[in-house]
């Protein structure tokens, strides 16, 4: 069973900084993508960031130059660390996994992290 724990959400000034940790109960090396989604309220989730087994990296518009993603593949933790944020950043952020074959073929999302970030 894959579990997906996130930690390091909270709130901050706007301009500040917060570092997202997800740690995955299996290899990530199992899984094609992980990344970061968000879903602010009365808004859609939304991707925010994702970081391919290759190492491979995609970003939303609105976060590019100011996120940065990246996985340590011996402690199976994926990081998002977020620097100058502004209030519009604000929303649950949820790490996501993603499998296209074998047995951990699926999504899988962690339980979601709050980031607040006040003007």
């Known amino acids: 069973q894959v579990q997906l724990v996130e930690s390091g959400g909270g709130l901050v000034q706007a301009g500040g900084s917060l570092r997202l940790s997800c740690a995955a109960s299996?290899?990530?090396?199992?899984?094609?993508?992980v990344g970061w989604y968000r879903q602010a309220p009365g808004k859609q989730r939304e991707l925010v960031a994702a970081?391919?087994?290759?190492?491979?990296?995609n970003y939303a518009h609105s976060v590019k130059g100011r996120f940065t993603i990246s996985r340590d593949n011996v402690q199976n933790t994926v990081f998002l660390q977020m620097n100058s944020l502004n209030p519009e950043d604000t929303a649950v952020y949820y790490c996501?996994?993603?499998?296209?074959?074998?047995?951990?073929?699926?999504?899988?999302w962690g339980q979601g992290t709050q980031v607040t970030v006040s003007s």
């Open positions: 996501n996994a993603e499998g296209v074959s074998g047995l951990y073929r699926g999504t899988y």
């Open positions: 299996v290899s990530i090396f199992r899984f094609n993508s």
């Open positions: 970081i391919t087994s290759s190492g491979f990296t």
